[in-house]
T-cell receptor
Framework: KQEVTQIPAALSVPEGENLVLNCSFT??????LQWFRQDPGKGLTSLLL?????REQTSGRLNASLDKSSGRSTLYIAASQPGDSATYLC???????????FGKGITLSVRP | DGGITQSPKYLFRKEGQNVTLSCEQN?????MYWYRQDPGQGLRLIYY???????QKGDIAEGYSVSREKKESFPLTVTSAQKNPTAFYLC???????????FGQGTRLTVV
């Protein structure tokens, strides 16, 4: 059974820092990996999708990498801002039906 | 605007009642999903549907039922058999296979 782990559960940093959020998964037979952002009481916003054949994806200040063989992904946030404060979730897609298995998320607080 | 609409945003259920959560999408996606989110836990899959008039149980289907009579709609009924229904419910859609998943804003269900 696929398990997704995100450690630490919470992170607090000063504004301007470059951040790396980690995600690990137990079964490397994935089709894709997706990073989401969730604000308190809200739904999930898709940030980046990496297909299994890709190594990384970039969108603005965000860069996500994928190493299938080691079961790891990282989300890099450059020059963090208070508006980046949210919970970041990692999910891996497995099976022909594209089911997503989620980690518990990392709650990020960026201090002004 | 294209997206997923969940309603209502807040829902209160009395003991022994069935309640139905609405999910509508105008993204023309074939696949739709229902997830449950509890504090400190990752999202867990309740039901999913890959195509109209077909759906499958996810990891925690007991006490829930769904229908998929139209491509754009995937309502979730929380029955009285669900003993701990208080949670945040999220609906998602994607275009198989293995594409980006999009989420609605969620429905918070509380038992009173």
């Amino acid at each position: 059974k696929q398990e997704v782990t995100q450690i630490p559960a919470a992170l607090s940093v000063p504004e301007g820092e470059n951040l790396v959020l980690n995600c690990s998964f137990t079964d490397s037979a994935i089709y894709n990996l997706q990073w989401f952002r969730q604000d308190p009481g809200k739904g999930l916003t898709s940030l980046l999708l990496i297909q299994s054949s890709q190594r990384e994806q970039t969108s603005g200040r965000l860069n996500a990498s994928l190493d299938k063989s080691s079961g790891r992904s990282t989300l890099y946030i450059a020059a963090s801002q208070p508006g980046d404060s949210a919970t970041y979730l990692c999910a891996v897609g497995t099976g022909a039906n594209s089911k997503l298995t989620f980690g518990k998320g990392i709650t990020l607080s960026v201090r002004p | 605007d294209g997206g997923i609409t969940q309603s209502p945003k807040y829902l209160f259920r009395k003991e022994g009642q069935n309640v139905t959560l609405s999910c509508e999408q105008n993204l023309n996606h074939d696949a739709m999903y229902w997830y449950r989110q509890d504090p400190g836990q990752g999202l867990r899959l309740i039901y999913y549907s890959q195509i109209v008039n077909d759906f499958q149980k996810g990891d925690i289907a007991e006490g829930y039922s769904v229908s998929r009579e139209k491509k754009e709609s995937f309502p979730l009924t929380v029955t009285s058999a669900q003993k701990n229904p208080t949670a945040f419910y999220l609906c998602a859609s994607s275009e198989p296979p293995h594409t980006e998943a999009f989420f609605g804003q969620g429905t918070r269900l509380t038992v009173v």
